[in-house]
């Protein structure tokens, strides 16, 4: 093998993310990668003597820095453990961040750690986010987080037609099927019964959720991947760490946090599980969806492995009665396992 065969290739990005860090100190030590996500976003570290710290890449051409650093702010005000903001330059689209180590949950249950304990360290943050949210928000400037109502919803389920339809059936979807799609999940969303809206961080499970040592009770829970926060049902974030698209969640686990916030919320107990239900199935749909299009359309197929999850999930939810619209559309289009009902 030659040289040139093993050259690597040109980073103008990286390169330009060095630049940017020699500009603020030129102490900084070349940054090296630390991986992607599910979006165009980068991540890098680096370090300056002792201090190590994390440099996000987001090309603005595809992704916007303002909302992450809009909602770290409001993480910050309600004391929880956001990564600080060290520098920033949006017009080239990097952040330079706290640096709050690799002990994600997922890590850390995968070492051994007590699922039940960190489930319920989650589960605690989240509440105090919610609880904080209620007696402090207004005077968070809410007004620029988009309302996460039945519209944001809807335009979310149609991934799934979007992307998982063609790829089961190997055609687009017809109008007419498309039609009866939207209408049952418009008839589902417009009988979920009122709650007051709080911060909705949207991802909000173990890959998101840092372990850090220097932090007692919730102050211990790091919260990543925030950026999309939306204002929304209290009932989502819960939905999303206990039925996680990327982690089987003990049946234990589920039940006892599900029991804890329904004992321990300010909410109506038949709206909160109503909701629960509801933005579970929303939720999975949604996921089908965005893991088919980041194979199909991004060359990231590593999601697909938990299409099978997904489908368990999803066929669980479709039982409850508060879906029922919905569950009689997949029950005429698909089996228990995603693979196209006969025709």
């Not at 595809?62 to 520098?87: K, S, T, W, Y």
């Not at 698909?334 to 025709?343: L, S």
């Amino acid at each position: 093998m030659n040289a040139a065969a093993i050259e690597p290739r040109p980073d103008p990005r990286a390169d330009a993310l060095n630049h940017w860090l020699r500009e603020i100190d030129p102490g900084f030590a070349p940054a090296w990668p630390l991986g992607s996500d599910a979006s165009f976003r980068r991540y890098f570290r680096s370090r300056r003597g002792d201090q190590s710290v994390v440099i996000m890449d987001a090309p603005p051409e595809r992704e916007d820095i303002g909302p992450f650093l809009q909602v770290a702010g409001i993480l910050h005000a309600l004391g929880l453990r956001a990564p600080r903001i060290l520098a920033s330059d949006p017009a080239r689209g990097f952040l330079l961040l706290e640096d709050l180590g690799d002990r994600t949950f997922t890590r850390a249950l995968a070492a051994g750690a007590s699922e039940s304990a960190l489930y319920r360290l989650a589960a605690d943050t989240l509440h105090a986010l919610q609880l904080r949210w209620a007696q402090q928000g207004p005077g968070l400037e809410p007004s620029g987080l988009p309302a996460y109502g039945p519209e944001l919803l809807l335009r979310e389920v149609r991934l799934f037609v979007d992307w998982y339809w063609p790829e089961a059936w190997g055609h687009a979807a017809e109008p007419a099927l498309r039609s009866e799609y939207e209408q049952a999940w418009h008839e589902t969303l417009a009988a979920l019964p009122e709650l007051p809206p709080t911060l909705v961080l949207r991802d909000f499970h173990v890959d998101n959720l840092m372990l850090l040592a220097d932090g007692q009770g919730v102050e211990s829970c790091g919260l990543l991947d925030f950026q999309d926060a939306v204002l929304g049902s209290p009932a989502y974030d819960l939905v999303s760490l206990l039925e996680d698209a990327r982690r089987d969640v003990s049946p234990q686990v589920q039940e006892a946090l599900l029991d804890a916030a329904l004992a321990t919320g300010p909410w109506p107990r038949a709206a909160f599980l109503h909701h629960y239900r509801v933005l579970g199935v929303q939720r999975t749909v949604k996921i089908i969806g965005i893991f088919t299009r980041l194979a199909r359309r991004d060359g990231k197929p590593g999601y697909q492995v938990h299409q099978p999850r997904l489908w368990r999930l999803l066929d669980r939810g479709l039982r409850a009665q508060e879906v029922a619209p919905v569950a009689r559309w997949f029950r005429s289009h698909f089996d228990r396992a995603g693979q196209p009902c006969a025709r």
